[in-house]
Structure formats: structure tokens, C-alpha cells
């Protein structure tokens, strides 16, 4: 692949709902412009995009891949992004090496949940985007009906850039309304403008017209004076009004069948900004805590962002990055300056799909790869070390769904850790806890179908097989009243004997305390070298609980009395009076069992708000307050984990894929009684089982 100046370089994101024809057009994109012989298919695995096992096999995308295109002296690298929710983070990665969206329609099913939310991903990071009506052959496609609901339900002024040539059965191609020619079939043939369609071309060309003088003055005064603009005016408003997110320039097509694809690399070539022309971009000096701007040029300082990392099993790690300023040479030193190293770079890769081309450097503007970095993560920031900054880091959500993991074998075991390292290297959106509690490892992602494909990475690529279960929720025990116990240990069976009598008192402590342990016995009674040895046993009983098997929490324990034996007293003696003393007094003062309490943020379009609330109610949850933004509502509320384990199954339902929440610990609250009764039931159900 030939050497690009920054201007001739476009980054584009293809972002949409799932199944909306994403790798389709990408293969589309990529045949028109000579990068492969044939069109693949993703029926039947064979597009660039989609090589990993499970997308063939699952026949939707689940990671974000590069492609580049060479179109009309340009180089337009397209980031396939996954449409479905679970693999946001890919999403959230790619939009950050991009310049620029296109954003796609299935022009039956127009605007869906998933457009909706990458919609709202592109906003937040101000990206110019385009409105790309795709499947314009399916049966009961309707460009007029996809547009009117995209101008009704998505922020910003979406105007025509081209109108379609017949539909469904009878789609030919479009009608450039710039231009206002006819571009028909695969090879996208410039023609006139079918008959019947001039007065509808019109009219959107004089909206074109008044779009394009709007982002000028100087346009704008030409247009009130002559009522027209130049073909080369009406591309520089439109350019200068989808690079400032004033405009969104709607196309249409079919990538599975190749038509429209030609015109839309034409447009990302025209209007699109280059890294140039993109949003204007600041790093951070570390060390000084200074704000820089940073140009993208080759001769500038290093300025890399690390978008994706992939676990490849045969070259190690694979790091994607977008260079922002200065080159990235192989065979090199970079500075990590998230983390404060240097890194070795090897060779260089430009990337389409899973093939690597080896290059000397990646210039300003470009996305590239390199392979086993030993410190760098995604959303580190690549520079050099005489010069070091960092670039705002990529915001990925939190996890919201979880499930234990045990491996199947003592084989899988010892490969566990490692696996599980690499597996979140790859996809920041998983998180991998031990829970002490219940010592369970606990695999959290975004959501079941998430975790599922991590067990089967875990497998394909690592060679680890793991069981998924639901987690046991963390409960712990405590105490609601003072109360005193006294146990004696004496065991006399030949040779030397065992003696310990302790008296004991436990005391609740305010949540969150832990457990206190003092003594208040007499001189004589119980010598000093034994209080130690008391706490020691009763703190052998703290993690395994007393009345269900959970961690007693919030107690404090006094040892006030007790007697001993001149001769058969000894550490471990006093290890078990005290163990049994403690069990004894627990039972007597009032245990009870404290769950797991979570703070939720829920955000709900307003035609769901009730049926939300209304499941909400069914699981003991508290609304502590609501929030407008636009037409959702962002609802507070703090629930028991154990009543929201599967609550990102339930949102989806609830609201057909249109709520999301995020969830954080809050605090421990006391079980229910008849609840309790359960759980304490329950656990000793399956003690007497073992």
C-alpha cells in the first residue's frame, strides 16, 4: 500500500443497530475499491471483516476491525464496529480512531434501539457523521419512511444527499443531488435522471442548496444574490457543515448487493474531514499537568492513542493505535505515558481484517498495529519520552451482568489466570473479581450473550474450559444484641489433657466496623499468654460464619472470665473454648444476615417509565430520585443485588433494548426476616448435603 499525505486520509466509524449491514457494505467498500477479487458474504463467512470463529459462526460481528480502502487518490481506512449492545466497548474504541461516522439504517426497520445509543456515542464526542439507508432491495424498504423517522428521532439536520432509484425488487441505484445525476448498478454508470423523479430532485437540490449557504456568510450572501451555487460551493458548505456536526448528509444503498457503495466512498472522500479538518484535539504534559494542542503532522512530536487490543494465541498481543501526530516506526522506542515505561516496537502492521502488511512507520492521521507490547493497554498513550503527553482516555461502561466461573479441569485451572488476563486486556468492558465471601472468581461483562463468548475465547484461544453459574450474593452475618456465653473445653483421653473455660460476651458494632476484640479478665484467672489464643479461634470462625456460612461482620468481642488448669491449659485449648464460646454467643444475640445493597442510575425512554418503576417495585428497590434528559428519564434507586442479578435481561425486556443502567456498591442492609429464614435454610440444606 502506497504512502498518504495526512489530507488524503479519512478515519470512518460505520456504526448502526445489529443486522443493519455493516460488514456487508464494508465488503462492498472494499471490493468497489480493488482490495479483493470477490465479494464475501457474511451468510457465508467470507468477508474480510468477520474472521474470528465465533462471528462466523454466530454470523454477526463481535470485534472491531480495520479496513482499509483506496478510492481516488485517498485512503479511507472504515472501522467495522458490532452493532449488538453487548460489544459496546469495541464501539466505544473505534469511535475514538475516527474522524468521522457513517451511521446506518436498514430502511425497513429504520431507527432501532442500537441506532439510537450510537447516535448518542457520536454526540458525546462531537463525531461529524453521515446517514447511510442501507437494504434498499429488502422487501418493504422505504427510503422516505426511514428518513422521516431518522429527522424525527435523531438530534441534528439530516438532509438528503441522495434519493434512490425505484426500491425493493425494482432499486437500480441513486440520484446524486449534488450533481444531479443517475449512478445505476454495481458500476454506479453515471446516467440522466430517470423520468417522474425531476420535480423530487429539485426540491431536495434547493434544500442541498440553502444547507450548504447556511454554513458561510460568504455562501450565503452569494446564494441570497443569485439564488445558486457552484457544484464546487455547494461541496464546500456541505463539507463545512457535516465537519462542524451542523449537517448529517443522508445516502442510500444496498452493501449486500454493491449498489450505492461506489457513491458512498466518493462522499467520505468529499465531505468527510481529514485528520486535518477533524475536531480539534488537546494532550496532557504528565508532568506539568499543561494542556497542549496537538496537529497532526508528520514532523510533530508522538502523540498515539491505543484504541484495541487483541489476545492473538499465536503472535501474543496485538495493540491497534491511531498515530494523532508524529510517526510510529518500527523497530523503535516509544514512551508509555500512562504508565511511566518505554516500550520496544517491533515491526509495524497497516491491518485489513485479520491480514497484517508490514510497513516501516504509520504517519499522522493512520491507523496501524504492532505486535507484543509488554506494558501498554487500550487507552494508553503512546509518545516520546523527551516529550510526554496523554490523550483523554477511551470511557468505556461499566459491566452489568456477571456470572461465576470454575474451571473444569486442574489443567484449565493452571492456564485460568493467565487466560483471564489476556481476556480483559482484550475487551476492558469485562471485569474478573474474586469474591472473598463466597470464593467464587466472578466474570462480569455487558451482558449474558457477553459472557458467553468469553467462555468460548477462553476455549478457542487459550484453551480453557470454564463453567458459567449464577453468583452466590456475598451476604454476611452480625448480631443485633449483646449476649454472653461460657464454653469449657476439657478432653482427658491418656497422656497429657486439654482444659480451657471461657466466658464471653459480643457486642454489635455500627456497619462497616469489623469485628473488635478485647479482654476484661482478671489477674489470675486466665493467663496472658492465652488472650491471643482466644482471638485466634474465634477468628477462625469470622470468614465461615456462624448461621449460614457467610463472614460475621460488626461485632465486638470481650472475653470477661474464664479458668484454667496448672497443668493441661495450653494455646490450643483456648483456640477451642473460644471458637465454641463465639459460635455460642452469636446464636444468642439476635443473628442476622446483611445483604449487598447497590445503587442503580437507569435510564429509560418515557413510554417505559412505568412498566420500569413497576418491576422495580417487585424488587424491593427504593427511588431516590429522577432526572430528565431530552425523552428519557434517569431513575436513582438502591436495590438488593440479590433481586438485580439478572436485571440487564429484564431492562432489555422491559423496555425493548432501550434502558441501560450502571450499577455501584452502596452499602449492607439487614435481610428481611422470612427471607433470611430462607437463605439460613437453604445454606444449611446444602452443609448437611456435604
Partial sequence: MKEYKVEQLRNVVLLSHGGAGKTSLTEAMLYDSGGVSRLGRVEDGTTVSDYDAEEI?????????????????????????????????????????????????????????GTEQVWEYADEIGLPRMLFINKMDRENADFGRALSQAQGSLPGNIVPLQLPIGAQASFQGVVDLVRKKAYLGKEAKEGDIPEGM????????????????????????????????????LVRGLAAGLKKSALVLALCGSGLNDIGARRLLDAIVQYSPSPIDATELKGTNPATGEDELIEPVVHGPLVTLVFKTL?????????????????????????????????????????????????????????????????????????????????????????????AI???????????????????????????????????????????????????????????????????????????????????????????GQFAEVW???EPLPRGTGFEYDTEVREGHISRSFIPSIEKGIRQVLPQGVIAGYPVVDVKSVVYDGKEHPVDSKDIAFQIAGREAFKEAVRDAAPVLLEPIMTFAITVP?????DVLGDLNTKRARVLGTEQKGEKTIITVQAPLAEMQAYATDMRSITQGRGMFSMEFSHYEEVPRHQADEIIARAQAEEDAE
Fill in 57 to 113: 459462526r454466530r454470523k454477526f460481528s463481535v470485534n472491531t476491525s480495520v479496513v482499509p480502502c483506496e478510492w481516488e487518490g485517498h485512503k479511507i481506512n472504515v472501522l467495522d464496529t458490532p452493532g449488538y449492545a453487548d460489544f459496546v466497548g469495541e464501539v466505544k474504541g473505534a469511535l475514538r480512531a475516527a474522524d468521522s461516522a457513517v451511521v446506518l439504517l436498514d430502511a425497513v426497520s429504520a431507527v432501532e434501539v
Fill in 504 to 506: 464471653l460476651r459480643v
Fill in 606 to 610: 418515557d413510554a417505559s417509565m412505568g
Fill in 406 to 496: 470454575t474451571p473444569k479441569t486442574k489443567a484449565d485451572l493452571d492456564k485460568l489466570g493467565t487466560a483471564l488476563a489476556r481476556l480483559t486486556e482484550e475487551d476492558p468492558t469485562f471485569r474478573v473479581e474474586r469474591e472473598a465471601t463466597t470464593a467464587e472468581t466472578v466474570l462480569s461483562g455487558m451482558g449474558e450473550s457477553h459472557i458467553d463468548i468469553a467462555a468460548r475465547r477462553l476455549q478457542s484461544k487459550f484453551g480453557v474450559e470454564i463453567v458459567t453459574t449464577v453468583p452466590k450474593v456475598p451476604y454476611k452475618e452480625t448480631i443485633g444484641k449483646v449476649a454472653k456465653s461460657q464454653y469449657r473445653h476439657k478432653k482427658q483421653t491418656g497422656g497429657a
Fill in 198 to 233: 425531476q420535480d423530487e430532485v429539485e426540491t431536495y437540490h434547493l434544500l442541498l442548496l440553502e444547507a450548504a449557504a447556511e454554513q458561510d456568510d460568504e455562501l450565503l450572501e452569494k446564494y441570497f444574490e443569485e439564488e445558486t451555487l457552484t457544484e464546487e460551493e
Fill in 311 to 403: 489476545a492473538d494465541p499465536y503472535v501474543g498481543k496485538l495493540t491497534y493505535f491511531r498515530v494523532f501526530s508524529g510517526a510510529m516506526e518500527s523497530d523503535s522506542r516509544v514512551f508509555n505515558a500512562n504508565r511511566g515505561e518505554e516500550e520496544r516496537l517491533g515491526q509495524l502492521y497497516f491491518l485489513a481484517g485479520k491480514e497484517q502488511e508490514p510497513v516501516n512507520s504509520v504517519p499522522a492521521g493512520d491507523i496501524g498495529a504492532v505486535a507484543k507490547l509488554q506494558e501498554t493497554v487500550t487507552g494508553d498513550t503512546l509518545c516520546d519520552k523527551g516529550h510526554p503527553l496523554t490523550l483523554p482516555s477511551i470511557s468505556f461502561p461499566h459491566p452489568v451482568f456477571s456470572a
